[in-house]
């Protein structure tokens, strides 16, 4: 059924609401996910917005203010969002807050140690001082970049909604089935667009792909820190220069939100390339579509870069 038609149906269902449900979502791609489920209901808040770091994130008032008034809550979980930990405690006890790493059909995946890792099966080689960038289970967080974690997500969230506000139940519940069709178009498409590169070895500036790389079957060789706001020592670039050339890797991704100096450094006198990849979306326009932009222009940076 075309969206179109989808939508004058369930406008007959229920009507659309200006003062919809109070929700809200702490990064930009799982708003995104949430706007689509509440597309023609209301729009959810989003609280890391822009370049911000969710490992960083320092909440500003108009986030208190939506969180006093909140409904329902979607976040990863406490190995990323840190900052939402003491809020979540104040919330009224029957409002759902709801993690993603906890959520049923949710696939997740180890956190790598040290700074190189042999092709895309996860294996790492342990250096001293290393440790994981993952939660306190292990667990890497950014688990949003495989869209079937995605459509998982989305299947929880019109679950939610459909409970918080009951009226607009089966407008939550087309969204979420629409945008379940969507992902799996997606998915395949991203096979088709990243299969010439995915055997070409890289090097990111920090450990954030791993969903889409095991999703994708891609060839990542290290990187170059193991946190986003860690600043490598000399031994450790020392380390990932050597990585580059052993690999002979194409390329080492920065990322918009941190300094590049380190990349750099890495690349400098190898010939290899710099491109950029953003697990977050922080210059893309938040709302329905940026899920499916970001993980296009993940893509599109990787075969760039890769590509001949």
Same mark, same amino acid.
């Given at each position: 059924?075309?969206?179109?038609?989808?939508?004058?149906?369930?406008?007959?269902?229920?009507?659309?609401?200006?003062?919809?449900?109070?929700?809200?979502?702490?990064?930009?791609?799982?708003?995104?996910?949430?706007?689509?489920?509440?597309?023609?209901?209301?729009?959810?808040?989003?609280?890391?917005?822009?370049?911000?770091?969710?490992?960083?994130?320092?909440?500003?008032?108009?986030?208190?203010?939506?969180?006093?008034?909140?409904?329902? $809550?979607?976040?990863?979980?406490?190995? @990323? !969002?840190?900052? /939402?930990?003491?809020? +979540? #405690?104040?919330? *009224?006890?029957?409002?759902?807050?709801?993690?993603?790493?906890?959520?049923?059909?949710?696939?997740?995946?180890?956190?790598?140690?040290?700074?190189?890792?042999?092709?895309?099966?996860?294996?790492?080689?342990?250096?001293?001082?290393?440790?994981?960038?993952?939660?306190?289970?292990?667990?890497?967080?950014?688990?949003?970049?495989?869209?079937r974690n995605a459509a998982a997500i989305v299947a929880t969230m019109a679950d939610i909604?459909?409970?918080?506000?009951?009226?607009?139940?089966?407008?939550?519940?087309?969204?979420?089935?629409? $945008?379940?069709?969507?992902?799996?178009? @997606? !998915?395949?498409? /991203?096979?088709?667009? +990243? #299969?010439?590169? *995915?055997?070409?070895?890289?090097?990111?500036?920090?450990?954030?792909?791993?969903?889409?790389?095991?999703?994708?079957?891609?060839?990542?060789?290290?990187?170059?820190?193991?946190?986003?706001?860690?600043?490598?020592?000399?031994?450790?670039?020392?380390?990932?220069?050597?990585?580059?050339?052993?690999?002979?890797?194409?390329?080492?991704?920065?990322?918009?939100?941190?300094?590049?100096?380190?990349?750099?450094?890495?690349?400098?006198?190898?010939?290899?390339?710099?491109?950029?990849?953003?697990?977050?979306?922080?210059?893309?326009?938040?709302?329905?579509?940026?899920?499916?932009?970001?993980?296009?222009?993940?893509?599109?940076?990787?075969?760039?870069?890769?590509?001949?």
């Open positions: 059924m075309k969206r179109p038609l989808l939508v004058a149906l369930l406008l007959l269902v229920s009507p659309v609401r200006a003062d919809g449900p109070a929700v809200v979502a702490s990064i930009a791609p799982l708003h995104s996910l949430l706007s689509g489920v509440m597309a023609d209901v209301s729009e959810p808040h989003l609280l890391v917005r822009g370049g911000a770091s969710p490992h960083t994130y320092t909440l500003r008032p108009s986030d208190m203010r939506a969180l006093e008034k909140v409904v329902a $809550l979607f976040w990863i979980g406490e190995g @990323l !969002e840190n900052f /939402l930990m003491r809020p +979540l #405690a104040s919330l *009224r006890a029957q409002t759902p807050v709801v993690a993603a790493a906890h959520i049923e059909g949710v696939r997740l995946l180890p956190a790598r140690e040290g700074g190189s890792w042999e092709g895309g099966d996860g294996h790492t080689d342990h250096g001293a001082g290393e440790h994981r960038h993952g939660d306190e289970h292990g667990s890497d967080p950014h688990l949003w970049l495989d869209p909604l459909a409970e918080v506000d009951p009226a607009n139940a089966p407008r939550y519940r087309a969204n979420a089935r629409e $945008l379940a069709q969507r992902l799996a178009e @997606l !998915e395949a498409e /991203l096979h088709g667009r +990243l #299969a010439p590169v *995915r055997d070409r070895p890289y090097l990111v500036f920090h450990d954030a792909y791993r969903y889409f790389e095991t999703r994708f079957q891609l060839s990542p060789a290290g990187a170059v820190t193991i946190g986003p706001e860690t600043r490598p020592g000399a031994a450790r670039l020392t380390a990932i220069r050597e990585r580059l050339r052993q690999t002979n890797a194409r390329c080492v991704f920065a990322e918009p939100q941190f300094r590049s100096s380190a990349v750099q450094v890495v690349v400098e006198g190898t010939g290899a390339r710099i491109g950029v990849l953003d697990p977050v979306g922080a210059d893309l326009k938040p709302g329905d579509a940026l899920y499916f932009d970001l993980l296009r222009r993940l893509a599109d940076s990787l075969v760039d870069c890769l590509g001949d």
